[in-house]
């Protein structure tokens, strides 16, 4: 797929966590090519990419020649913690919470991708946390204005006058 296209997988240094999803895509895109060499899926996977991405990946140990492909990408999620398969952690969402701080009412693009990223990650918590915990956690996102005009919303729903 070109990597001009529309539908090509693009990785961004401001996305850290779409790194798996990035690597699965160009893995099918790979399979789907019948590109199997590990030297041209490294070549190939940089394409994808913006420039600053590409400067460190390029710095990895496993990109020399010896490395194989599962090496490289075993190597690039290791050097982003925020990036998890299928675990959440509370480290994850303390990094939603500092990527979206301090939301005010205006904030409504912003307030949507929080509210995106901080289901998807509470959900993979909702065995290990409680919902008290969570419901701090997303509220200390918002300005202490704001956060005030919620809670009595909020309030007033639960014990209308």
């Given at each position: ?32 090519a019948g590109i199997t060499n590990d030297k041209e899926k490294k070549r190939g996977i940089l394409e994808y990419m913006d420039a600053q991405t590409e400067q460190k990946w390029l710095g990895f ?101």
């Amino acid at each position: 797929m070109p990597t001009n296209s529309r539908d090509a997988p693009k990785f961004r240094h401001s996305e850290p966590s779409e790194v798996c999803q990035f690597v699965q895509r160009m893995e099918s895109l790979f399979d789907h090519a019948g590109i199997t060499n590990d030297k041209e899926k490294k070549r190939g996977i940089l394409e994808y990419m913006d420039a600053q991405t590409e400067q460190k990946w390029l710095g990895f140990d496993s990109y020399d020649e010896e490395s194989s492909w599962e090496a490289f990408v075993k190597e690039i999620k290791e050097s982003y913690p925020e990036a998890v398969d299928d675990t959440g952690s509370v480290a994850n969402l303390d990094w939603i919470c500092r990527e979206h701080a301090r939301l005010s009412r205006s904030d409504t693009g912003e307030i949507h991708s929080l509210f995106r990223k901080f289901k998807a990650e509470a959900k993979k918590l909702a065995d290990v946390v409680g919902n008290g915990f969570l419901v701090n956690k997303l509220m200390g996102c918002f300005t202490s204005a704001f956060a005030d005009v919620i809670e009595e919303r909020l309030i007033f729903k639960i014990w209308p006058l």
